[in-house]
Antibody
C-alpha cells in the first residue's frame, strides 16, 4: 500500500527558503519507473505542478518558478524533498507530494498536503 | 505550454443522473506510442486527491466502473453514470505529455 505524507515549516517569512519533505512507504525511489511529484494549491484555487523526480535521479521543474525550485531524494530513507527559494506571499498554498508512475505518467497516490503560509 | 480548459466551473445535477465533464487541450495530447497523456483526478474535502483515469480512458485500480474516460486528440470527457452522493467533488484534468505538466481549472459537481 502506497502512502505519502508531506511536512514543512507551516509559516515562513518572505525571501526565505521553503523546505518540504515527503515521507513515503509502499514503494522505493530506486525502483525503475517510480517517481515523486510536487504539486501546490492556493486556498480555494486550482492545482499547479511544480516538479518531479524519478528513480534514476532525473528531475523536471516547472519553468514558471524559474530557478527557485530544487527537488531531491534520499532513497535509503524513503524521502523526497522540495526547496523553494526567495518565497513571497504568492507561494502561500497547500503543497502535495504524489507517487508518479513512468507507465502512464500520472499521479496515482497523493499525500494529504501540508499548508504553507508566507507572511512577515 | 499546453493549456487545459475545463469550461464548466460548476455542474448541478441530482443523484442518479449521468454527467459529463469536458477538458479541452490547446494541442493534441497523443504521443508517438499511441497513448494520450491525459488523466483525471477527484478532490473531496478531508480526503486525499484521488486519481480516477489515466491515458484518457484507463480506470485506476479500485475506481468504480461508473467513471468513464473518453476522448482523443484535444477533446476529453469524464463521464459519471448514476452519480452517487460521494461523487460530489471537484474534478481536474492533467496533461503529462509535455513539461510543464498542466492541470485544468477544475469542475465542481454540485447537488441540484
Amino acid at each position: 500500500q502506497v502512502t505519502l505524507k508531506e511536512s514543512g515549516p507551516g509559516i515562513l517569512q518572505p525571501s526565505h527558503t521553503l523546505s518540504l519533505t515527503c515521507s513515503f512507504s509502499g514503494f522505493s525511489l530506486s525502483t525503475y519507473g517510480m517517481g515523486v511529484s510536487w504539486i501546490r494549491q492556493p486556498s480555494g484555487k486550482g492545482l499547479e505542478w511544480l516538479a518531479s523526480i524519478w528513480w534514476n535521479g532525473n528531475t523536471y521543474n516547472n519553468p514558471s518558478l524559474k530557478s527557485r525550485l530544487t527537488v531531491s531524494k534520499d532513497t535509503s530513507n524513503n524521502q523526497a524533498f522540495l526547496k523553494v527559494t526567495s518565497v513571497d506571499t504568492a507561494d502561500t498554498a497547500t503543497y502535495y507530494c504524489a507517487h508518479t508512475r513512468l507507465r502512464g505518467w500520472y499521479f496515482d497516490f497523493w499525500g494529504p498536503g501540508t499548508m504553507v503560509t508566507v507572511s512577515s | 505550454q499546453i493549456t487545459l480548459t475545463q469550461q464548466a466551473e460548476s455542474l448541478w445535477i441530482s443523484p442518479g443522473e449521468r454527467v459529463s465533464i469536458t477538458c479541452r487541450a490547446s494541442q493534441s495530447l497523443l504521443y508517438t506510442d499511441g497513448k494520450h497523456y491525459l488523466s483525471w483526478y477527484q478532490q473531496r474535502p478531508g480526503q486525499t486527491t484521488k486519481a480516477l483515469i489515466y491515458h484518457a480512458s484507463v480506470r485506476t485500480d479500485g475506481v468504480p466502473t461508473r467513471f468513464i474516460g473518453s476522448g482523443s486528440g484535444t477533446e476529453f470527457t469524464l463521464s459519471i453514470e448514476h452519480v452517487q452522493p460521494e461523487d460530489f467533488a471537484i474534478y481536474y484534468c492533467l496533461q503529462t505529455l509535455k513539461s510543464p505538466f498542466t492541470f485544468g481549472s477544475g469542475t465542481k459537481l454540485e447537488i441540484k
